[in-house]
């Protein structure tokens, strides 16, 4: 089974700077399609961030240029690195995994942690 658990959120000020992580365990983890998602109240869940085993992905428009997206397949960890972040990046984020062949923006994804909260204040 896999296993997905998400750490670093937290409360800061407009204009800074959170580095989420989540840890991974389960079958062959190197081969995880692996994406950020998140979602505020009373709005949809949205993808952000989405990479490959081969380490390519992609971006939201609402985050390009402020976040990436990294894994260290030797510690089974996804990060995602959030500059200049902003009020209305306040929401829950959580990371997601699929075990399929394709890898592709707009994807479902079959495992989810139980998310960290961001909170940006002005």
């Known amino acids: 089974q896999v296993q997905l658990v998400e750490s670093g959120g937290g409360s800061v000020q407009a204009g800074g700077s959170l580095r989420l992580s989540c840890a991974a365990s389960?079958?062959?983890?190197?081969?995880?399609?692996m994406a950020w998602f998140r979602q505020a109240p009373g709005k949809e869940r949205e993808v952000i961030a989405q990479?490959?085993?081969?380490?390519?992905?992609g971006y939201a428009d609402s985050v390009k240029g402020r976040f990436t997206i990294s894994r260290d397949n030797a510690k089974n960890t996804l990060y995602l690195q959030m500059n200049s972040l902003k009020p209305e990046d306040t929401a829950m984020y959580y990371c997601?995994?699929?075990?399929?062949?394709?890898?592709?923006?707009?994807?479902?994804?079959?495992?989810w942690g139980q998310g960290t909260q961001v909170t940006v204040s002005s």
């Open positions: 997601a995994a699929d075990l399929g062949r394709d890898c592709y923006m707009g994807m479902t994804f079959a495992y």
């Open positions: 990479i490959g085993s081969y380490g390519g992905g």
């Open positions: 389960g079958y062959r983890y190197s081969r995880y399609c």
